[in-house]
């Protein structure tokens, strides 16, 4: 077992790493996940109709049943086929600020930085040879960043070519983690 504040050096490394990777992933290869969302068609027409709703921030399914009996209903079963079926969700109006959300990854990359750092610690000693340290602080890594996203596919109807793209990313920002806890652990 390796104590695991030893291995803040390796958590910030590969946080700021990841950090950098995924926003050359995000903005020099911007065409990776250009399609990850469809425009809207009749996009002003859409928008229009529903600003007069006043619809807060937040997360909606249409339609939507109360109960699982209305789910059954034939009231709710004709809504649902004449449609449209959507689930989206609805941010702030006004100036889109990447502070926030860009602060919020770096956090999220920290996190994941520990939890791999965590994992590692408790199955391997300081002085463990690197590809070790690779399998194991990678694949916590690979599970942090890509497992969560599968379900929107499954269950939701997001494209599983957003998925899987995703999970890509997930898969380099695995190895990158990887590749920094194996060269940092301790000896």
């Known amino acids: 077992m390796t104590p695991i504040y030893s291995l803040w050096l390796p958590i910030l490394i590969s ?12 903005m020099v290869l911007w065409p990776w996940h250009k399609d ?10 859409a928008m229009d109709a529903l600003r007069p709703l006043a619809i807060p921030p937040g997360d909606y399914m249409m339609p ?6 209305e789910m059954k209903s034939q009231a709710f079963q004709q809504k649902r086929s004449r449609g449209p079926v959507a689930i989206m969700t609805v941010m702030p109006s006004g100036q889109f600020s990447m502070g926030k959300p860009l602060a919020l990854w770096f956090l999220f990359c920290l996190v994941v930085g520990f939890v791999a750092a965590y994992v590692a610690a408790s199955a391997l000693p300081p002085a ?7 399998q194991i602080a990678g694949t916590t890594a690979f599970v942090a ?7 929107f596919s499954i269950w939701y109807g997001r494209k599983w070519s957003t998925t899987v793209r995703s999970t890509i990313d997930g898969l380099v920002y ?7 806890f194996g060269w940092l652990w301790p000896h």
């Open 15 to 26: 946080a700021v790493a990841v950090y950098i990777v995924s926003t050359v992933i995000h």
């Open 64 to 69: 939507k049943p109360e109960t699982m009996d």
């Open 36 to 45: 990850d969302f469809a425009k809207l068609p009749a996009e002003d027409r």
């Open 128 to 134: 463990t040879p690197y590809l070790k340290v690779f």
């Open 145 to 151: 960043y890509t497992f969560a996203i599968w379900p």
């Open 174 to 180: 695995a190895l990158v983690t990887a590749g920094i």
